[in-house]
């Protein structure tokens, strides 16, 4: 299973922007995309944004397209998530994984990090 720690969260205002850091170390198993995640209190975690190992593809949830973008340093297994503009509706705990078929991961979640904006 892929190993992942996340850094980068913290407290935000509105409007303000953060970076999310993921190490990743896939041991045995190769990885094909990087994928962020959160979880909100009182919701199902849910996908944020997906990019592909060599860069050429991302998807991103509708409620954050146009503020976040996905990044990935392969040399440095690490994969970024710059957020701006937040909102508070974008307080969370931010988890990375490597994706899977049909919306599955192939890594063990980790302990994420929280993000909270705000108003």
């Known amino acids: 299973q892929a190993q992942l720690v996340e850094s980068g969260g913290g407290l935000v205002q509105a409007g303000g922007s953060l970076r999310l850091s993921c190490a990743v170390s896939s041991g045995t198993f190769s990885i094909n995309a990087f994928g962020w995640y959160r979880q909100a209190p009182g919701k199902e975690r849910e996908t944020v944004a997906v990019i592909s190992i060599d860069g050429s593809t991302t998807n991103y949830a509708d409620s954050v397209k146009g503020r976040f973008t996905i990044s990935r340093d392969n040399a440095k297994n690490t994969v970024y998530l710059q957020m701006n503009s937040l909102k508070p509706e974008d307080t969370a705990v931010y988890y990375c994984?490597?994706?899977?078929?049909?919306?599955?991961?192939?890594?063990?979640w980790g302990q994420g990090t929280q993000v909270t904006v705000s108003s």
């Open positions: 994984n490597v994706p899977g078929v049909g919306g599955s991961v192939l890594g063990y």
